[in-house]
Nanobody, 123 residues
Framework: QVQLVESGGGLVQPGGSLRLSCAAS????????MGWYRQAPGKQRELVAT???????NYADSVKGRFTISRDNAKNTVYLQMNSLKPEDTAVYYC?????????????????WGQGTQVTVSS
């Protein structure tokens, strides 16, 4: 079994910064893409940013230029640096690990989600 544990959420004023972390633990041979998604009250979960094992990144238009995703493959950890935060960034942020393999022998790949961390941007 694989677990994703997020940290770093909280309350911040508009224009402020936060850094989210997500560490994957368990029996892990490799992870494909890792990413961050968010869900605001009354809205569907949406993609924020993803990063492949090779470092290729993808961002939602709403966060481009303000958020930066990075990854430490040795630690199975993904980060999200969020700058110039806006009230509309308020949401629960979820970490995702895509294409996780538990063994070099088994081709089975699974996806996992973290429990979510609240980010509130308010004055």
């Amino acid at each position: 079994q694989v677990q994703l544990v997020e940290s770093g959420g909280g309350l911040v004023q508009p224009g402020g910064s936060l850094r989210l972390s997500c560490a994957a633990s368990g029996i892990i041979y490799s992870i494909g893409a890792m990413g961050w998604y968010r869900q605001a009250p009354g809205k569907q979960r949406e993609l924020v940013a993803t990063i492949t094992s090779g470092g290729t990144t993808n961002y939602a238009d709403s966060v481009k230029g303000r958020f930066t995703i990075s990854r430490d493959n040795a630690k199975n950890t993904v980060y999200l640096q969020m700058n110039s935060l806006k009230p509309e960034d308020t949401a629960v942020y979820y970490c995702n690990a895509n294409g996780v393999r538990n063994s070099p022998i088994s081709p089975t790949r699974r996806d996992y989600w973290g429990q979510g961390t609240q980010v509130t941007v308010s004055s």
